[in-house]
């Protein structure tokens, strides 16, 4: 047919055909043939030259798992491609000169040292807006506090004395800056001592995310800090939400869950600092509260400690030394220090 749309291997539109889950088009025969694992009968006609695009071919020269599908293989292969090209690395440094932040690389100054406990997941960059030294203090003058997004008045009420408390101590309280026990969280220690809170977040810091908490944040920045993984212009994901509680788990001495549902985003923090061999804390609350069951699960589990103030949250940051850890004494020999 004259001017006819051809595919890679010259068949007409008249043999063409779509295939759907990978959004290539492709001759009739050749899309049979992405199919050979379930057809084996199937045969390329000779002397065609198979489509380019055909998933089998890629996947014999790789070789997928098995038990994987061909053509579902070549879908996530395509996904899973690196999509940081060199000019995208120089918009994302054009745009963080613009906004201010601060990029820190592991090996760098200002680089935090809990991050290295991750191994491989850790990130390969951080974005910063406000104090980058609050990273670099004693991992234990960091505290994790999460929760809920849809939080009950009694979870956000324990979340705000908490956190005011631990503000006093002085201690550096992290969150996700989300609503409900994060917001919670955020405004109890910024309206205690300025510097006190550090936001994690899991989109890009041109646009912080909730829409709500713009101005919370934005407070957070100037007097503390706001950080994430994600360069600017990322937008928030689920993926990215779910990557973010490595960060904080491994960013401070101890998790605390204040409040969260039995499937609470807030859990995945919690394993991650279990996983790190960090201390985890839980709020218990009402046995009728469907808001609690995260923290019961946890505690059923063994896997966090109760919770009740602010001296539990204490003494699993920075527990005592065991009764028979050796003692410092003056060397043999000389006679003790005295004091004018």
């Known amino acids: ?106 090996g760098t100054p200002g680089w935090p040292e809990g991050l290295s406990d991750l191994g491989v997941l850790a990130p390969v960059a951080l974005w910063v807006k406000g104090d980058a030294g609050l990273l670099t203090s004693s991992l234990g003058s960091r505290v994790t506090m999460v929760g809920a997004r849809a939080a009950t008045g009694y979870g956000e009420h324990v979340a705000t004395e908490l956190a005011a408390d631990l503000a006093q101590l002085p201690r550096v309280i992290l969150s996700g800056g989300a609503y409900g026990i994060d ?31 713009q101005e919370l944040l934005a407070r957070v920045a100037n007097t503390g800090a706001v950080i994430s993984e994600a360069p600017p212009g990322a937008a928030p994901t689920r993926w990215r939400f779910l990557q973010r509680g490595r960060l904080l788990a491994a960013l401070s001495a101890s998790t605390i869950v204040v409040e969260a549902g039995y499937r609470s985003g807030s859990l995945h923090t919690a394993a991650e600092a279990h996983r790190l061999g960090r201390p985890v804390g839980a709020v218990p609350g ?53 004091t004018l």
């Open 183 to 213: 917001g919670a969280a955020h405004s109890a220690a910024l309206a205690v001592r300025a510097g006190s809170t550090v936001a994690v977040l899991a989109s890009g810091l041109d646009r912080y995310y909730p829409a709500g908490h």
């Open 286 to 338: 009402p046995i009728t509260s469907a808001a609690s069951a995260g923290c019961h699960r946890l505690l059923h589990d063994q896997m966090a400690t109760v919770i009740t103030s602010t001296g539990d949250i204490t003494a699993l940051t920075d527990p005592p030394a065991p009764p028979d850890a050796p003692t410092l004494s003056a060397p043999v020999g000389r006679p003790p220090a005295r």
């Open 1 to 106: 047919m004259p001017g006819a749309a051809k595919c890679t291997c010259r068949e007409t539109t008249s043999r063409r055909n779509l295939d759907a889950r990978d959004h290539r088009t492709r001759c009739a025969p050749c899309s049979r043939g992405s199919l050979r694992a379930r057809r084996p009968h199937h045969r390329h006609p000779p002397g065609r030259p198979r489509c380019r695009g055909d998933a089998a071919t890629r996947h014999r020269r790789h070789g997928p798992p098995a038990g994987v599908d061909p053509v579902e293989g070549a879908v996530w292969r395509g996904r899973l491609a690196a999509r940081i090209t060199p000019r995208g690395v120089e918009q994302a440094r054009e745009q963080s000169d613009r906004l201010g932040l601060r990029i820190l690389t592991p």
